[in-house]
């Protein structure tokens, strides 16, 4: 299969479009019939565009409302296609891309357009064309992929062929087993989206909703198995119409367009054990162990500080780096690196975020292989990687210009905190904190799809559905993904938000102090009275929590009046699934809107969002509208 895309997926003008395209890495395009009509210049002046930039027009879609027709109208529909011919021909294309009638005025009838389409074969093949036909979800008559092999079947002509498109296929749940029945060679084009679940009619979901593979919920997998059982070859083209594309950048959308279709082909490889592309296949994705080390860039004039609330969490200084000015604090399995030195890569990170997280290191089954299939999937990898020490630890780039560390067991570099870390003895008292529960980070509403895309594409990941959040200033979007979590524990839980209003503390935390990044960090405990009542005797500021929420509490009969009021004093919320019981609390939120979480899981699956809009408020009230400084 040849990755290719349709231009209306981007933003832009068409120049811009096919440069993005190009720039990408893409060497087969669609060209949407409006991008065409839009542009100020002739139709051989994109061909010219086109092949200066090497780039092959595959066709001009989508040729409306074609069959079914009574005469007159019958004819000069046929005059219509034969003007589509010539401008194909100007454009080098050679695939009339005939979508299914919406027209009130045509009829339906397998014979009728099978008859249809047998003359435009006759006319396609004079001029050395061909035509296909895809079924529209919403097309009057014909809605149905097998509907439309029927058609083809009879109009039995060799330049007529079928056309699928993924969305049109998966959103009506048509059973995929006749797509295997179908002969490769009739299968002329075939174009592929994913998109969310969701009740909405046929037309409006499909216009404003689609994403790339791996971005949505339909059932890719299985389309692409039948594509592979067909042994289909030819080009495989994003159709993606989404707003959130269309307002951003036309480059990044490109390149997650590509990402997206490596990643799509090479799974798809992988299940039938064979290449179903010509690319190469890549690395297979890592599972996640764990989360390794958190790294924070602190310099020295907040160093005190900062490492004064690590030890008020019950963190001790495990080791200090042989030759640089970085920290190593440790409870539990949780590690947390602090780099205050003055050169260097969390040096310059400090200098434009401020206080912040500037890496994660994952313990994955193989670090290299890691990197390998991020840079096979257009991720750069930090070239020169040195760790928080001296051993190279292999990195890609993450959210916010961030690193991502990997290492493995089987390597020296496992052994990262001894090689680099002189040991420190133990001093102060831990307060209960095991592991890195999950980790939240921030980032732009339209950026959302391109981490969602980054994370699921390299690494082996569940993600859960997307839930909409009310902070006092507005909506934010949240989006889970997993990875390596069994037992509902270990492996990295991340929490993506983004918001698209800017009075909410998200986007203030991304347009007023870091840009995207990690804006909070949860620690699991086992037993979070013990752990919240030893935090707070330590003196670390934790978010007050109001009255009204222990009253609710108090209503909903799950607790007895003693323990009631220990969550209350402690600040501590409460939330429960169909599998168990969730308590969580919060730091108060640092200069730079960075806070730490304290959780407690009882076999319970989710992320207490039924509790996050009394905390936004809560951290609204703290926070609020002009004591934060601005970057
Ligand atoms: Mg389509
Ligand atoms: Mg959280």
Not at 160 to 184: C, E, K, Q, Y
Not at 273 to 286: E, F, I
Request: charged share 25%; proline share 5%; with cysteine.
């Amino acid at each position: 299969m040849i990755p290719a895309i349709a231009t209306v997926c981007l933003s832009g003008t068409l120049p811009e479009k096919l440069r993005a395209i190009a720039d990408a890495g893409f060497t087969d395009v669609e060209i949407f019939e409006s991008d065409l009509i839009a542009y100020h210049g002739s139709p051989a002046d994109v061909r010219n565009l086109c092949d200066d930039l090497g780039l092959k027009i595959i066709t001009v879609q989508p040729f409306r409302d074609f069959e079914g027709y009574d005469e007159p109208r019958r004819s000069k529909t046929f005059d219509r296609a034969e003007r589509k011919f010539d401008l194909l021909q100007t454009l080098g294309a050679n695939l009339l891309f005939v979508c299914s009638s919406v027209s009130p005025e045509a009829h339906g009838g397998v014979e009728r357009l099978a008859a249809d389409f047998h003359e435009l074969g006759e006319r396609a093949a004079k001029r050395g064309l061909r035509a296909g036909f895809e079924a529209l979800a919403w097309g009057r008559f014909v809605h149905d992929y097998r509907d439309a092999w029927e058609i083809i079947r009879r109009a039995a002509h060799p330049s007529i062929g079928l056309i699928l498109d993924s969305f049109h296929v998966l959103a009506r749940g048509t059973d995929l087993n006749a797509m295997a029945a179908i002969p490769a060679d009739r299968v002329f084009f075939v174009q592929i989206a994913d998109a969310p679940k969701l009740d909405l009619d046929y037309l409006s979901w499909s216009r404003h909703w689609r994403c790339m593979p791996g971005q949505g919920e339909l059932n890719l997998a299985g389309f692409m198995d039948a594509l592979g059982e067909m042994n289909y070859r030819g080009p495989l083209s994003l159709e993606i119409f989404n707003d959130r594309f269309r307002a951003g950048s036309a480059r990044s959308v490109a390149i997650d367009g590509r990402r997206s279709l490596i990643a799509l082909i090479d799974d798809a490889s992988k299940r039938a054990k064979r290449p179903l592309g010509r690319l190469p296949a890549l690395p297979p994705r890592p599972t996640v162990k764990s989360v390794e080390f958190i790294e924070f860039s602190v310099d020295e004039t907040e160093r005190y500080n900062f490492t004064a609330l690590l030890q008020g969490l019950g963190f001790n200084l495990k080791g200090r780096h042989r030759s640089k000015d970085v920290m190593l604090f440790g409870q539990g399995d949780i590690r947390i690196v602090v780099n205050s030195d003055k050169e260097g890569f969390a040096h310059s990170y400090n200098m434009s975020h401020g206080t912040s997280v500037c890496a994660m290191a994952l313990r994955v089954s193989d670090a290299s292989a890691t990197v390998a299939r991020a840079e096979a999937l257009l991720e750069e990898p930090y070239a020169g990687a040195i760790g928080p020490g001296e051993l190279e630890l292999p990195a890609v780039r993450g959210l916010g210009g961030s690193l991502i560390y990997f290492v493995d067991d089987k390597s020296e570099l496992s052994r990262w905190s001894e090689v680099d870390f002189e040991p420190v003895a133990e001093t102060g008292s831990p307060t209960g904190l095991i592991a890195i529960d999950h980790i939240s980070q921030t980032m732009q509403y339209e950026e959302m799809l391109t981490w969602l895309l980054y994370y699921t594409s390299l690494l082996t990941t569940a993600k859960l559905p997307a839930q909409a959040v009310m902070d006092p200033g507005g909506v934010v979007q949240s989006q889970v993904i997993e990875a390596g979590v069994a037992d509902n524990h270990g492996g990295l839980r991340l929490v993506l938000n983004g918001s698209q209003s800017h009075r909410t503390l998200s986007s203030r935390f991304v347009t007023e102090f870091f840009g995207s990044g990690v804006q909070h960090i949860a620690f699991e405990t086992d037993d979070i009275i013990a752990t919240m009542e030893a935090i707070t005797k330590n003196g670390v500021p934790i978010l007050p929590i109001p009255e009204n929420y222990y009253d609710d509490l108090d209503a909903k009969l799950e607790f007895d009046e003693t323990t009631l009021a220990k969550l209350k004093a402690l600040n501590i919320m409460f939330d429960r699934d169909a599998k168990g019981t969730f308590f969580q609390a919060y730091t108060q939120t640092l200069p730079g809107g960075l806070f730490f979480e304290i959780v407690q899981r009882n076999a319970y699956t989710g992320y207490g969002a039924p509790n996050a809009a009394v905390r936004l408020v809560a951290q609204a009230r703290l926070v609020g509208p002009d004591t934060l400084p601005r970057r």
